[in-house]
T-cell receptor, first 109, second 115 residues
Framework: GQNIDQPTEMTATEGAIVQINCTYQTSGFNGLFWYQQHAGEAPTFLSYNVLDGLEEKGCFSSFLSRSKGYSYILLKELQMKDSASYLCAAMDSSYKLIFGSGTRLLVRP | DAMVIQNPRYQVTQFGKPVTLSCSQTLNHNVMYWYQQKSSQAPKLLFHYYDKDFNNEADTPDNFQSRRPNTSFCFLDIRSPGLGDAAMYLC??????????????FGAGSRLTVL
């Protein structure tokens, strides 16, 4: 079957760094997406990885290991507005996105 | 700004009373999707259109139907809503399907309440 696992909740302090992990199992693989979703709002695109390694995007980075079925997003210099759910989604062989349930991040002062 | 617009944002209906949710896009994207998202759960794909080709997910109940009369618009019809259909319904578009082209742009969602 197809499965995406990520922690349900995480807490971090303003100004700190947090890493949100995701493991995936899909029928074929065409890349890994991260979306941010504030409560009651639509998901917004953060990153897409299809090759192994780390991609830097300024205030965050995203990592992928295809052999391990593993990805993470690293959020740096956390701000209160970064409190949101972070959805991991893997694209399967038919280009369909399989979403995880999301990691709810709470940033505290 | 190019975007994906969903109406209504909030819909309250009675058990069994049909509901139609709409989605429009100004991105000229080929693919339009409908997702159902219940509280603290993953968005679940109901169906998608690649241009005019309709693709239903195997586990999408018959109670859910969709129409795409033109490139810009897509509708979700729930023929007889049950209490279990209360959820946020997200419309999304992508330029195409395939590696790199499948970045989804989501609308703000339509939150359905069933009384």
């Amino acid at each position: 079957g197809q499965n995406i696992d990520q922690p349900t909740e995480m807490t971090a302090t303003e100004g700190a760094i947090v890493q949100i992990n995701c493991t995936y199992q899909t029928s074929g693989f065409n890349g890994l997406f991260w979306y941010q979703q504030h409560a009651g709002e639509a998901p917004t695109f953060l990153s897409y990885n299809v090759l192994d390694g780390l991609e830097e995007k300024g205030c965050f980075s995203s990592f992928l290991s295809r052999s391990k079925g593993y990805s993470y997003i690293l959020l740096k210099e956390l701000q209160m507005k970064d409190s949101a759910s972070y959805l991991c989604a893997a694209m399967d062989s038919s280009y369909k996105l399989i979403f995880g349930s999301g990691t709810r991040l709470l940033v505290r002062p | 700004d190019a975007m994906v617009i969903q109406n209504p944002r909030y819909q309250v209906t009675q058990f069994g009373k049909p509901v139609t949710l709409s989605c429009s896009q100004t991105l000229n994207h080929n693919v339009m999707y409908w997702y159902q998202q219940k509280s603290s759960q993953a968005p679940k794909l109901l169906f998608h259109y690649y241009d005019k080709d309709f693709n239903n997910e195997a586990d999408t109940p018959d109670n859910f139907q969709s129409r795409r009369p033109n490139t810009s618009f897509c509708f979700l019809d729930i023929r007889s809503p049950g209490l279990g259909d209360a959820a946020m319904y997200l419309c999304a578009t992508s330029r195409d399907q395939g590696t790199g082209a499948n970045v989804l742009t989501f609308g703000a969602g339509s939150r359905l309440t069933v009384l």
